[in-house]
């Protein structure tokens, strides 16, 4: 089956570095979708991606879809203790009724 | 507007009753979801269904059981409750479509003693 890895799994920064986490999938994916999760919350909807190559910004946050639509990356500038919280990338493989979710990468930082 | 709704919030069970776990929508979205998150393994899917009276498995669906007679209510029961399935779960819906959004329920608490 699908299987979505992201790495790195924990990132401990600095505020005011930046950060990047990656996504992985075995499958090619129509389209790819981020979600933070803060602490004690729930995954809540960041963006979506759907071409390839395709690169979308907002604010201090930059998302990209790789050219063979199985990897994907979300960038962030300058952390800030509000971006605090797990990251999880997520896409449907072919049929786009099952959504899995990468395994997340979670984010501490340091003020 | 209350969107989607999970109850309870938290649950403490005992080694092998059952429980249901509830997951109300209010959007009539066509596609809803259960998915656990365990440390380290991030949100694994359990169930999901198309609409109502249409639901399949997803990557580990051993040891519940899901049913969805009405569109907006999507129900998780564990048959005989073990300790492997103390997890937050969280309930999903989106809208019928490619390019959907998923929106999730607070999540429920399960711990089984």
């Known amino acids: 089956g699908q299987q979505v890895m992201q790495i790195p799994q924990y990132q401990h920064v600095q505020e005011g570095e930046d950060f990047t986490t990656y996504c992985n999938s075995s499958t090619t994916l129509s389209n790819i979708q981020w979600y933070k999760q803060r602490p004690g919350g729930h995954p809540v909807f960041l963006i979506q991606l759907v071409k390839s190559g395709e690169v979308k910004k907002q604010k201090r946050l930059t998302f990209q879809f790789g050219e063979a639509k199985k990897n994907s990356s979300l960038h962030i500038t300058a952390t800030q203790t509000t971006d605090v919280g797990t990251y999880f990338c997520?896409?449907?493989?072919?049929?786009?009724?099952?959504?899995?979710f990468g395994t997340g990468t979670k984010l501490q930082v340091i003020p | 507007d209350a969107g989607i709704t999970q109850s309870p919030r938290y649950k403490i069970t005992e080694t092998g009753r059952q429980v249901t776990l509830m997951c109300h929508q209010t959007w009539s979205h066509s596609y809803m979801f259960w998915y656990r998150q365990d440390l380290g393994h991030g949100l694994r899917l359990i169930y999901y269904s198309a609409a109502a009276d249409i639901t399949d498995k997803g990557e580990v669906p051993d040891g519940y059981v899901v049913s969805r007679s009405k569109t907006e209510n999507f129900p998780l029961t564990l048959e005989s409750a073990t300790r492997s399935q103390t997890s937050v779960y969280f309930c999903?819906?989106?809208?019928?479509?490619?390019?959907?959004?998923?929106?999730f329920g607070q999540g429920t608490r399960l711990t089984v003693v």
């Open positions: 997520a896409g449907p493989p072919g049929g786009y009724q099952k959504v899995t």
């Open positions: 999903a819906s989106r809208r019928q479509g490619m390019n959907t959004e998923a929106f």
